[in-house]
């Protein structure tokens, strides 16, 4: 079993920045990979950004060079810095683990973008 929990949701105006960190614990191997993902009200669920194997990274189109994937001195930690927030950001944020070709997902984090 593995666990995810999210944190650092919240409203924040346009143009301003927050941090969301994931913490894994469990049943977690070496290999996996971590990343978020978001959905909007009325939308599925899209990748935001990833690991892949080893340290590459991937982004969705709409949060490349104002997001950034890290990873935390912590294992099985990462993080998501967002930078220049729009209000089309909005949406519930989710921690993922894939592992053995099976997805974990956490509870989800709020974000609303909004004046």
């Known amino acids: 079993q593995v666990q995810l929990l999210e944190s650092g949701g919240g409203l924040v105006q346009p143009g301003g920045s927050l941090r969301l960190s994931c913490a894994a614990s469990?049943?977690?191997?070496?290999?996996?990979?971590m990343g978020w993902y978001r959905q909007a009200p009325g939308k599925e669920r899209e990748l935001v950004a990833r690991?892949?194997?080893?340290?590459?990274?991937s982004y969705a189109d709409s949060v490349k060079g104002r997001f950034t994937i890290s990873r935390g001195n912590a294992e099985n930690t990462v993080y998501l810095q967002m930078n220049s927030l729009k209000p089309e950001d909005t949406a519930v944020y989710y921690c993922?683990?894939?592992?053995?070709?099976?997805?974990?997902w956490g509870k989800g984090t709020l974000v609303t973008v909004s004046s």
């Open positions: 993922n683990l894939l592992q053995y070709g099976y997805n974990y």
């Open positions: 469990g049943s977690i191997f070496s290999r996996n990979t």
């Open positions: 690991f892949s194997s080893g340290d590459s990274t």
